[in-house]
Each structure stands twice: as structure tokens, then as C-alpha cells.
């Protein structure tokens, strides 16, 4: 078993830095550890891809006159296609929510999860 963990440590990091994304989104009650929780989950996936679509000893598939023209001497370059889609949309998503939490901080002065539902709660009975 830690053969298998030595040959694949990109997916094991990977693993790694899932859960500790996914413990920062879940026991943090601050609205900015849960984007940063969720941006290191989103890393952990493209690594994970990433690592995935990397074979060794092939090249990537650029049109090059010294590389033979087989499939076989190229990696896949759809991994690599869909980790940049996801960056470009991570970065989207992270600047719409930091703008949100934003909002939510001007409004209620906190970034405590529980105080601003506590805040929201009350103006909707008052």
C-alpha cells in the first residue's frame, strides 16, 4: 500500500487537500474561510485532473515535426482543457461571492455566518 502511495502521491495530495477544504467549508462559520475552504477544494480537483491526465514519457499535443504522429506518443489534452475551464470559472465564482460577502458586511458588520442569519431572521419579524 505505500508503494501505490509513492507512485500516485499527486492523487493522495490531492485527496488531502479535499478534506481539508471541505472541513473549512463545514465547521468555519466565517463567510471567508468558506470561500477559501471551497477555493482549496477547487485546487484539489485540478491537481487530481491534472495528475490524471498526465501520462509519462508522452508530450503534449502540439503539432511538432520531431514527434512522431501517433496517439500514442501524446497525453490526452482534455484534462488539461477542462482544469483551465475550471480555473476560469472558479475565478468567476470566487469574485461574485467575495462581492456578495461584501454586501453582507455592509449591511449587517459581520461575517459570521450565524449573526447575519440571526440579523436577517429578525428583520423579517420586526
Known amino acids: 500500500m505505500l508503494n501505490n502511495l509513492a507512485v500516485n502521491y499527486e492523487e493522495a495530495v490531492a485527496m488531502i487537500l479535499f478534506g481539508i477544504g471541505f472541513c473549512t467549508l463545514l465547521f468555519h462559520r466565517n463567510l471567508v474561510k468558506k470561500i477559501i475552504g471551497l477555493n482549496i477544494m477547487d485546487t484539489a480537483v485540478y491537481l487530481f485532473l491534472a495528475s490524471m491526465g498526465y501520462i509519462e514519457g508522452r508530450r503534449s499535443p502540439i503539432a511538432d515535426p520531431s514527434v512522431p504522429a501517433s496517439v500514442s506518443a501524446f497525453i490526452n ?6 482544469v483551465l475551464t475550471g480555473i476560469v470559472v472558479s475565478v468567476s465564482v470566487t469574485a461574485i461571492m467575495l462581492a456578495l460577502t461584501i454586501k453582507l458586511y455592509k449591511r449587517y458588520h459581520t ?3 450565524d449573526e447575519i442569519y440571526m440579523f436577517a431572521k429578525n428583520e423579517d419579524i420586526g
Open 111 to 113: 461575517l459570521n455566518l
Open 77 to 82: 489534452p482534455i484534462p488539461s482543457g477542462l
